[in-house]
């Protein structure tokens, strides 16, 4: 048997799991694991500026691929406890990564040492498994054991926090015989997915609820064949989108109370049965009024956690099971039922929705200075392709992009779902550009969620890893102020104020400009709608020439209020602004207007 550290030991163990990238910051405590790092070899690593920073670049590049797993690093102490949002995120999410911390020696964790935290205790209500490891002889096992976590059931992330000694204590490990855990999903019977369709087939109008199980699932494909052979419309969830292309026939737009069309809405309350695959009834997409909600519509659900079943409301009939194993049967059962002769006619229920996508439409095109952010996502439809993948966090230009912008394949809209913290958006899109360097990657983020974490704009100068990076500047939190309208304040949101250094800002702050150039990068400034195409085309140029990101500020108006529910009621959407009323009120919409 070879004989090596138990730090050297994890690393064999990440390559033959398949890692081939990592992200981190070194330190005292780790700095034995990032030894054996440089030893081993075949792991390329991206230093960080901030070690939440590197757990959400670890995000962006599980999501952008299946399979991956993003690996982050950092050291003792304070490095755990900023990677905790990241893992805060990835569970919310259902996306795996692995954090790996550095300890204290053995003898002094309980002493207060420094940096010297229960990082696992902090951890443990955020990821599947949190473990500070004692024996040395252990970290083969727990390695082995997180992987065999992380992609089983419900994926999700996993912590394991090393003391310094146990990295550095030599144990007998064979690399050569290692083998990875299998992977446990559930899998539905054909006879719970033949209950399942009973319902389909006993409804008028019913719609799939496509989320972002699917796409973990590596199953869009069998969604979309399962809805064209039973002719189902399909409303993705914002997890869930791309699992069809938006302008496919049966996309029937999202729904929600906020990140939702206005035909998506529609479509849904007009449904009467509703088969969810892969989602978990997010309260962006349900509202608070669930009477609304599910009102005159039977529900069917799959999902791969079995206490995710019920855990929003009861649905009429429940399946746990893998999104892929489940949309396998779906399609056998279908194509049986077809041939049968016994799948009803869906052409009219088909056609009504289509009909709403063409006329239920908001406004994108004005020409308004300061620009109106609409006009932004208008102008980035046309600008990026289907190939494009978006990235962004919260806030209202993630609200309105989604409401807005066009997504045409799984894995092309990369969005912090369920924890949404300010600044994720850089470090993701690094993740993503880094996982996928063939394909475009445009990032999207308002004025504060672009300086959470802006230090990380240097990692990406640092290691090549280009993108553009659209940003919407109205210095305000704009998402804060448009909730506190019901509050009646408009109370520490306003971010303006003059810039000394540069006073042709006027009352918008920042030099984003500036700072994103200081930082390795290239920026372009935009004050007017008409000269965003020709923005965005020499962003594309400058990332190719330069391999570094490319940040094109989009001046806004400083007041927008982008459409939603005041009430969480799918059915009580507020639309601030004019509707489309006419084809060029909207020239980049998936149907062209009807009048």
């Not at 994890?10 to 700095?31: C, Q, S, Y």
């Not at 690094?430 to 990032?443: E, H, L, R, T």
């Not at 305000?476 to 971010?495: K, P, W």
């Amino acid at each position: 048997m070879a004989r090596m550290t138990a730090a050297r030991a994890a690393v064999e163990i990440l390559k033959r799991e398949g890692v081939t990238d990592a992200f981190g910051v070194p330190g005292a405590a780790i700095n034995p694991f990032y030894k054996a790092l440089k030893e081993g070899g075949g792991i390329h690593h991206t230093l960080a500026r901030h070690v939440e920073g590197a757990s959400h670049m670890a995000e962006g590049y599980t999501r952008t691929k299946p399979g991956n797993i993003g690996v982050c690093i950092g050291t003792s102490g304070p490095a755990g406890t900023d990677m905790i949002t990241g893992l805060y995120s990835a569970i919310g999410d259902s996306i795996p990564i692995l954090c790996i911390t550095g300890q204290a020696p053995t003898n002094v964790i309980h002493k207060e040492d420094f940096q010297a935290v229960d990082i696992a205790s902090i951890a443990k209500p955020v990821t599947k498994m949190a473990v500070t490891v004692l024996e040395a002889a252990q970290v083969p096992g727990v390695f082995q054991q997180a992987f065999h976590l992380m992609r089983s059931g419900r994926p999700g992330p996993v912590l394991i926090d090393l003391p310094i000694d146990v990295q550095l204590t030599e144990i007998e490990f064979d690399p050569e015989t290692y083998e990875p855990l299998p992977v446990y999903k559930p899998t539905a019977t054909r006879a719970q997915i033949e209950k399942a369709i009973t319902f389909l087939l006993e409804s008028e109008r019913p719609v799939i609820v496509a989320g972002g199980g699917i796409i973990g699932a590596d199953a869009s494909d069998l969604l979309v064949e399962f809805a064209e052979l039973t002719q189902t419309p399909v409303i993705p969830t914002l997890m869930g989108w791309g699992t069809l292309p938006d302008d496919h026939e049966l996309n029937a737009g999202m729904v929600g109370v906020q990140t939702s069309h206005r035909y998506g809405n529609a479509n849904f309350l007009e449904s009467d049965f509703v088969l969810g695959i892969g989602n978990r009834w997010a309260n962006r997409h349900t509202g608070y009024k669930l009477d609304v909600y599910r009102q005159g519509r039977k529900f069917v659900h799959v999902d791969i956690e079995p206490t995710q079943i019920g855990k929003i409301f009861p649905p009429d009939y429940g399946v746990v099971s893998d999104a892929k194993a489940a949309l396998e049967l779906f399609v056998e059962v279908a194509k049986e039922l077809k041939a049968a002769g016994r799948l009803p006619d869906r052409g009219a229920w088909v056609a009504s929705t289509q009909e709403r996508k063409a006329t239920l439409l908001r406004r994108t095109h004005f020409d308004n200075v300061p620009m109106k952010p609409q006009r932004v996502y208008e102008e980035m439809n046309k600008a990026f392709g289907p190939e494009t993948r978006y990235v962004t966090t919260i806030g209202l230009s993630q609200i309105a992009g989604a409401q807005m912008l066009h997504v045409y394949k799984p894995r092309h809209w990369i969005n912090c779902g369920q924890a949404g913290p300010l600044g994720w958006t850089i470090p993701a899109a690094i993740g993503v550009a880094k996982a996928d360097p063939d394909s475009p990657v445009v990032a999207l983020s308002g004025d504060y969620d672009f300086q959470f974490l802006i230090e990380e704009l240097a990692v990406a100068a640092q290691h090549k890893i280009p993108y553009v990076h659209v940003l919407v500047n109205n210095a305000y939190l704009g998402l804060i102020r448009q909730a506190q309208i019901g509050l009646d304040i408009n109370f520490q949101v306003n971010l303006e104020f003059e810039n000394i250094n540069t006073p042709e800002l006027g009352v918008y702050g920042v030099d984003h400009v500036k700072v994103a150039e200081g930082l390795g990068c290239k920026a372009i400034r935009v004050t007017e709608p008409d000269q965003l195409g020709a923005a965005f085309e020499q962003a594309k140029k400058l990332a190719a020439e330069y391999q570094v990101p490319v940040v094109v500020e989009a001046i806004l108006e400083r007041i927008t209020n982008i459409s939603m529910s005041r009430t969480m009621d799918i059915s009580d959407i507020s639309e601030f602004e004019d509707l489309a009323t006419e084809p060029g009120h909207a020239p980049t919409s998936i149907k062209t207007l009807k009048v």
